[in-house]
């Protein structure tokens, strides 16, 4: 008996490291899947518009100071012009953005990528434009400035589908590009030269339709800094140096708030000299997709809005088959349990008979009528039905939402289970309450699944709780009876009396 057990128990081993390689294969087709996923959400972005950035509205102008300097001696005097490029920057002392975000579908195959389209109205207003100003650094030097340009840069300009500007009421024609060295990508218009270093300052407001992938980010360049933004979409991250003063999210969408003051940010100067501006999600061109730490400078600060999917098939896929070995622990526990108690003074009768050596004593110490054993690859089927759940799961929820997918696999493998355990484990009513508790367990992961916060805890608490049963069935099991040597035959009543 010592020797059955010990070469059952080397099985198991086995088995449980050949299902748990099988998991890791599994966990290898759902990356996979998710790579796909992550180069599907690249092809959109390339072929529709990225992630979005909005800087501005800014005023600016390119201004180029010279002077004559004379070099040499003699005949060989002469006058050297020397010159000064700089720019001169205007911040709103007042931005307001309100925003509407309408969620856009957009799919290659079966992966389905989040796209936006951002209805937004600007209101930006100057105070006197003295910043337009220029300002000798040397005497006697001459200055000349361009026009002044008021631009709004974008990260992809592709995503810009209408423009409409009107300044101090007036509507001005929107033309491509920024005029900006560092914020190239966007749109921009020519002001009048009169509005340089006016007293009466200057409003400006911009209705703009753009669209993108993944999130929107925007930069708060205002003295005062107000932005509200509304979505259909009910699953917003907020992420960025700010968070929402206010916010308000439910099952048919978002409202948020944010009020922020120049005092809190030094956005409006980085602007100014041409900072990066960073965000979670990379991105190209000089806008500002570098992580701050690369910068020696820093980077620019802002707020941002992701529209993430917490529904994503392959990150909830991922997921569950981190739970795969837990699952087989269980399962196989819960075999071990019904041959266990199979084997008990009052376990009913198996169909068949077994071997005597194998039914001599019972696991709880003495004479068994009937004994249950299920033997190693009993225990690897069950295994790999385990492991077929989660090969399921992620081939379905490709096709169908990931509830139903979840709900088709997980009955397929119950019912599965419970009729081949009828069978493993000699009646239907040993057969029922297995495919009843693996039912359980698929229940618990899902709801594992839709947690965030709690999931740990959840977790830990139901681990408890199947440890908990376990000890109270197995406490008047006698652990030494199951390695006990086979006693001598009892002699029989014609040998006594003999």
Partial sequence: MKNIWFGKLAALAAIVLVLVIGLGMIEAVVRDRQHYRHLTEQSVADSLAGAQTLIGPVIHSACVESWDVETGKGDERRMVEQRREFRLTAMPETLRLNTDAAMQERARGVHKVNAFSLQTRIQAQWGPLTALQPQSSIQGSRMQCGAPILMLAVADARGIRTAQLEVNAQELALKPGTFHPTYARGLHASLPESVRGGAEGLQATLNLELVGTQQVSIVPLGGRTEVQMQSPWPHPSFSGRFLPTERTVRADGFEAQWRLSSLATTAAQDIAESKPVCTSTPGEDNLA??????????????????????????????????????????????????????NGPHAAPLRGSLPPEAAAFSSWGGPAMKTLRVHPVQYLLVGSALCSFFLLLVSLSEHLPFGAAYGIAAMACVLLLGYYATHMLGSVRRGLPFGAGIGVLYGMLYVLLQLEQTALAVGAVALFAALATVMVLTRRVNWYGLTATRPTERPTARTEAA
Avoid: W
């Fill in 289 to 342: 997709y570098a992580g701050a730490a690369n910068q020696p400078h820093g980077c620019v600060d802002s707020f941002s809005v992701a529209f993430i999917d917490p529904v994503n098939p392959y990150s909830l896929s991922d997921r569950a088959t981190k739970y795969g070995v837990l699952f087989i622990a269980l399962t196989f526990v819960a075999v071990g349990l019904f041959e266990l108690m199979g």
